[in-house]
């Protein structure tokens, strides 16, 4: 029996607690491309650069992110944590700096933050 708090991707064991966002980095961490085409080394600096990510499971005390939401946060600023093998990053909700929003109205022109 699952826990209405439990993340449902793949059955992960896990509960998150307060204001806490498991989430799952989107695309490869490292080399990134360019809207060009241009591959960019992650050893390349270009000033802090945020990153998306997916929350695959939200704590009770979390108002403003579901899970399946694309969150924008600080990459130094995380903990990450590993479950069934594959590597997640626990977020506080506080360290969310946007949520994708996916709702479209009919006159609506698509995704905003």
Do not use: C, Q
């Amino acid at each position: 029996m699952s826990h209405p708090d439990e993340s449902g991707e793949d059955g992960l064991p896990i509960r998150l607690l307060h204001d806490r966002i498991l989430v799952r980095l989107e695309g490869a961490e490292g080399e990134r491309r360019s809207s060009a085409g241009i591959v960019i080394p992650a050893t390349a600096s270009v000033g802090k650069r945020l990153s998306w990510a997916t929350a695959v499971g939200v704590g009770p005390n979390v108002r403003m992110v579901v899970s399946g939401d694309r969150v924008l946060f600080d990459p130094d600023e995380r903990s990450e944590v590993e479950l069934h093998g594959r590597d997640y990053i626990l977020l506080r909700e506080r360290d969310v700096h946007a949520v994708a929003a996916r709702r479209v109205e009919n006159d609506s022109t698509g995704l905003y933050l």
